[in-house]
């Protein structure tokens, strides 16, 4: 088809904007397209939570990470394959209401459970879902309506939420904390947010990007960064987690640089919890 399009606009001579707008038009309608899987997803359930370990210095489990995966056909798609697109469309509201709900309903299954009570999930919060005005109403329904332990839910915003009124955040922030939620910056160290933002913030946890633990133990440029992170966490009392720790080495070097938790693919893939 895009081929016909090539030859339509080239028999039209110069005319190249026929065929950017055939483009356009398809990306369009992909987009549209999506946007209908993405709703009709919503309400035949293919979407589901994987879950990934988080762990301490001993190896123990504190808690998870929920990863929201959609399962279409029998496929496993990745968040960077829709969640952009719920982000435009505004679907990350519905889809993201059903990723705290899951993950509220299994914290207050293991509320029962002696062996399983001390786990905590962390939730990743999308910047649109932040600025819904409704957004704190409606954790704390969620909370009432699945009777989870709020102390045992983590919300990971990022700091690219952080570029609007702050005075406004931090009141979201405080409310939800009052229940006992805490927060967690994702992928610290990537965003553009000042640190006097970042330290006017009240957060609970650091969460070193990956991107940074990489190439930790090849880099000394990177190790700076991690230590620069580990440090500030520890200046402003706040637990400091590192994702996407593959090897031994890097468990070790953070160890050496101050950091006591992990979470990565050396622990575990993220995966359906099971049953
Ligand atoms: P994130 O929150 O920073 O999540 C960490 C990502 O790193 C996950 O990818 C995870 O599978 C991957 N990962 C974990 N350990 C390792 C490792 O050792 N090595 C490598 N290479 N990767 C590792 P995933 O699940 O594909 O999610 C990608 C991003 O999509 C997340 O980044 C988060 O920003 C977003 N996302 C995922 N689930 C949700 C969700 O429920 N809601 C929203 N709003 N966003 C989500
Ligand atoms: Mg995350
Ligand atoms: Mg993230
Ligand atoms: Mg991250």
Redesign the pocket.
């Known amino acids: 088809q895009a081929e016909l399009a090539m030859y339509d606009a080239k028999k039209a001579g110069r005319d190249q904007i026929r065929f950017f707008d055939f483009e356009m038009q398809e990306q369009a309608d992909k987009r549209t397209e999506l946007e209908a899987g993405i709703r009709k997803g919503l309400d035949s359930q293919e979407f589901c ?2 879950y ?1 370990s988080q762990h301490e210095a001993d190896g123990s489990v504190l808690g998870y ?5 959609w399962v279409r056909e029998g496929v496993v798609i ?3 394959d829709f ?1 952009p697109q719920a ?1 435009q469309s505004g679907l ?1 509201i519905p ?2 209401q059903w ?1 705290l709900k899951t993950a509220c309903e299994q914290l207050a299954k293991w509320k029962e459970l002696p062996d399983k009570q001390h786990l905590s999930i962390a ?4 910047a649109v ?1 932040f600025q819904d005005p409704k957004f704190a109403q409606q954790v704390i329904s969620l909370l009432d309506q699945t009777q989870a332990p709020a102390d045992r839910l983590e919300l ?1 915003i ?1 700091e690219s939420m952080l570029i609007s009124d702050l005075d406004k955040i931090i009141d979201i922030l405080l409310l939800l904390k009052t229940r006992g939620i805490r927060f967690s910056l ?2 610290f160290g990537t965003g553009y947010s000042s640190l006097d933002r970042l330290t006017n913030l009240p957060l609970d946890q650091l ?1 070193i ?2 991107r940074f633990v ?1 190439n930790l133990d090849k880099h000394s440029r990177d190790a700076a960064v991690v230590k620069t992170i580990i440090d500030l966490g520890r200046n402003l009392g706040l637990s400091v987690i590192a ?4 090897t031994d080495n890097q468990r070790e070097r953070l160890l050496e640089l101050g950091c006591y938790q992990f ?4 622990f575990a ?2 995966a359906l919890l099971p049953e």
Do not use: C, F, W
């Not at 990470?65 to 995966?69: F, G, H, M, N, T």
């Not at 994702?243 to 593959?246: D, H, K, L, N, Q």
């Open positions: 939570l994987y990934q990470e929920a990863l929201v995966r990745p968040p960077s969640i982000e990350i889809l993201g990723i939730v990743n919060i999308s879902q990971e990022t994702d992928d969460k990007d990956q990489r994702e996407g720790v593959e979470q990565g693919y050396l893939k993220p």
